[in-house]
Structures are given as C-alpha cells and as structure tokens.
C-alpha cells in the first residue's frame, strides 16, 4: 500500500501556488511499494520498478545499413571509380562465408552481418555490376553506411530507468533487449465518487433542481488513461456524516480517493469538513483559475493504512483543469512515476484578457496555423466553469502564468493540447 505522512499544513492564509503544491505532493507521497513482473505486451502505460540493464548488444553484430557492397576502404581510389571482385551475396539472417581480401567486394543486404575486414557499404543505386565485378565511385567516407555492434545498447548499459511511465518505444527496447518480463509497481488504485444532492446518475429520472453526474464519467476516463485502477463508488449525498464515514470506508483498500463538489466554503460544501475529521488536510486553496478550491489530505484508513485524498471543484471545466494541475502529479508520484513536466508550445494570442495577479489561469482555445506558420489561439467566446461542451469545442488550453496580468493579441503564451493533457 502507499504510504503518506500523516502531517496537517496549515492551510489557512494565501492562496498556494501551484509550484508549491507540487513540492508538498512529493513532500507527503510516497509510492506504492508493491511490484509486479508483467509480459512485454501488457506494459504500456506500466511504470517501471527496476532499473533495465541490458544483457546483449544492439545490434548483436556489425552489419549493413542499406542494400548495396561491403568493401574495404583502403581499396578505394580517392579520385576515380574502383573496379572490385564480388565474392559472396549475404542476405539479412545469413552469415559470410569468408574475410573480405583486397580488391574484393561482398554482395549484401540491410540487416545482414558485414564480413570480416569489410568497413564500407556502398548503396546498390551509387554502383555499377558488370560480369561480377562492382564499379564503385570515389569520394565515399570511410564507416558510410556500417552500423556497429553495440550503436544502439551496449552490454551493461542502463537502457530504462525505474519510475518511467512505459510508452510502446520503450516496450520495443525491452523486446530488441530479448526480455520477455519488466518488474513494474501495481497499479494504483483510486476510489471514486461524486457529490451533491442535485447530481442525479445519468439514465434516471430528472427531477427540476438536478443535473446528471458528467463528472464521475470525465475523471474516470482520465484516471485510466494515466494506468489508474479505478472503483466506481456513485454519488455521495451532501452530509457531512455519511460522507465522512464513506471516505474513510474508501481510504481502507485504495491509494487515492477522489471526490468532485463539496470542497468550497459554502454551507453546504461538507467534503471538506468530512475530510478534516478523518484526516490531515494538506492543502485546500491554490492559485489557479478554475479550480482554486481543490483539497489534499492525508485519510488514516479503518485498517490504520493510509491513503491520498484530492477533492476537486463540481464544475467540469474545473474539474478538468484541477485533475490535470493537481491529481495527475498527485498519481503519477502514487504510481512511483519520474515527474513529467506539462511543456507548453509556444503561440500567438490572437485576443485580449486580463487577470489576477500572482494566479495561474487556463483559458479554453482553439488553436490554427497563422498566415507566417505559427500556432495561433482564439480563445472560446464564453469562461463559465460549468460549460462542459466548451471542452469539446476546443483544442486544448493557453496557459497564463502567475506574473502575466494583460494577454493582447500577438502576445505569446503557452498552449497545452487536450490530446498530450489527456495522455
């Protein structure tokens, strides 16, 4: 299970910046410890437990790059074409028969071992064959178009790192690496609920006051895009007890427990509450824009395991920004995952805004190519926090940092694409 310091912060004051939540998440986290040896194919989206060192070279040998002639570059005539002997053709999978002598030269194919003595490869396209005799032209470097053992991985080199999020690329490394296994942490594992008295589950009746619960749907399938494990444990009424009592229930077998709604100031925003008697709050305000009311906590599970708790705002956009700024960090450092820093691109705003100081702000844009080439935003017509299809009509969002208080048009900003946000 992971293991958390059970530390309260004082969460009263000013709003915290996000680079100091970030510092707390790691501060407070630790890693599930649990490991696992999962099958290659069963990897993606696994974070690494051991270091890989690989056993084996890549290649294995030295060997051609392209279709063409193995030869010997001290043959070679630097100001004129080289008439030379072809003794053997050697296809990928095949193994020469003999040393490459002088005057020679070796028919060979991409992939196929290099014969001994051999330190060139001319492509086929730059040579001439005539009655078994290669014409090769001068002004070839010598090492053109040889690839050696060991280019790509040599024997004992660290090729993965522990704590890498595992993408198909690094798969495949293990596979060249012959291994059939990677030692992997567990999944984590996060409750999830939803909270509100007017949140309905979609496909029931509508009373006039309700909303159909959207939220849950959104954070799950972002909780298992980043390799969550995620249980599904509906909607929680607004009641302080009940709530309390569900949290601590979740806390007992799960890492995280994440809650959307409730954790305001308002007189019926109880998760907040519930959380402070059976945990330790780390953090509830930061400095973000939506979002600002988000909370962490530390719960002490029944069973005395302890676990992660993030409480998010109930609009969507919200939810969306809060999930990506604070429980994506929070998971990926549960999961034992090397940090991953959200990199913004670099684009033009093509509108006007202005902002508070000393707070981050994500506006939702569409982004296109400019007459000149460059990214360019338009910023979505309307802001409210509640507008979920404004996450559908959008691409991604244009990030405003904390010491920006005006955005005109030809300024630059940061842009975050929904597609890298949600990977």
């Known amino acids: 299970m992971a293991q958390l310091i059970d530390d309260c912060f004082a969460f009263d004051g000013p709003?915290?910046?996000?680079?100091?939540?970030?510092?707390?998440?790691?501060?407070?986290?630790?890693?599930?410890?649990?490991?696992?040896?999962?099958?290659?194919?069963?990897?993606?989206?696994r974070v690494l437990a051991a270091d890989v060192v690989s056993g084996v070279n890549v290649p294995p040998f030295d060997n051609s790059a392209v279709d063409g002639f193995a030869v010997r570059s001290e043959d070679l005539n630097a100001s004129g074409e080289t008439r030379l002997n072809i003794i053997e053709r050697v296809t990928a999978g095949a193994s020469p028969a003999r040393k490459l002598g002088k005057g020679e030269a070796t028919r060979?194919?991409?992939?196929?071992?290099?014969?001994?003595?051999?330190?060139?490869?001319f492509m086929q396209e730059d040579t001439r064959v005539e009655a078994g005799v290669v014409i090769v032209p001068p002004g070839l470097k010598r090492g053109a178009n040889f690839r050696l053992a060991g280019e790509d991985v040599r024997v004992g080199a660290t090729v993965l790192q522990a704590g890498r999020r595992l993408m198909p690329q690094h798969v495949a490394l293990g596979a060249a690496l012959g291994l059939t296994t990677l030692t992997v942490r567990r999944r984590v594992?996060?409750?999830?609920f939803s909270t509100g008295d007017e949140i309905v589950e979609p496909g029931k009746p509508l009373a006039k006051a309700a909303l159909?619960?959207?939220?849950?749907?959104?954070?799950?399938?972002?909780?298992?895009?980043?390799?969550?494990?995620?249980?599904?444990?509906?909607?929680?009424?607004?009641?302080s007890v009940q709530l309390a009592q569900a949290i601590s229930e979740a806390a007992r077998n799960h890492d995280l427990v994440l809650t959307s709604g409730g954790v305001s100031t308002g007189e019926a925003d109880h998760v907040r509450d519930a959380v402070a008697k059976i945990g330790k709050l780390v953090f509830w305000?930061?400095?973000?824009?939506?979002?600002?009311?988000?909370?962490?906590?530390?719960?002490?599970?029944?069973?005395?395991?302890?676990?992660?708790?993030?409480?998010?705002?109930?609009?969507?956009?919200?939810?969306?920004?809060?999930?990506i700024r604070v429980?994506?960090?929070?998971?990926?450092?549960?999961?034992?995952?090397?940090?991953?820093?959200?990199?913004?691109?670099?684009?033009?705003?093509?509108f006007n805004y202005k902002k508070k100081k000393d707070r981050r702000e994500y506006i939702r844009v569409s982004a296109r190519i400019g007459s000149d080439g460059a990214i360019e935003?338009?910023?979505?017509?309307?802001?409210?926090?509640?507008?979920?299809?404004?996450?559908?009509?959008?691409?991604?969002?244009?990030?405003?940092?904390?010491?920006i208080t005006a955005i005109a048009p030809g300024d630059m900003l940061g842009y975050l694409p929904y597609a890298v946000l949600t990977n």
């Open 15 to 45: 709003l915290m910046r996000i680079a100091d939540m970030e510092r707390l998440i790691v501060e407070r986290v630790s890693p599930v410890i649990e490991r696992e040896d999962i099958a290659l194919n069963g990897a993606v989206g």
């Open 108 to 121: 060979i194919f991409t992939g196929a071992p290099v014969p001994e003595g051999a330190d060139t490869v």
């Open 189 to 192: 594992r996060v409750a999830l």
């Open 212 to 239: 159909y619960d959207s939220n849950r749907y959104l954070l799950s399938g972002m909780l298992r895009a980043l390799g969550a494990e995620v249980t599904d444990l509906g909607i929680l009424h607004d009641d």
């Open 285 to 323: 305000r930061v400095a973000i824009k939506p979002g600002r009311p988000v909370a962490m906590a530390v719960l002490s599970g029944a069973n005395g395991h302890s676990a992660a708790f993030a409480g998010l705002p109930g609009n969507p956009v919200a939810v969306f920004v809060t999930f």
């Open 327 to 350: 429980v994506r960090p929070l998971l990926l450092r549960l999961a034992g995952a090397l940090p991953e820093s959200l990199i913004a691109v670099p684009a033009r705003a093509t």
């Open 377 to 403: 935003l338009e910023k979505y017509p309307h802001e409210g926090a509640g507008l979920l299809a404004s996450l559908t009509e959008t691409s991604g969002l244009a990030e405003i940092t904390e010491d």
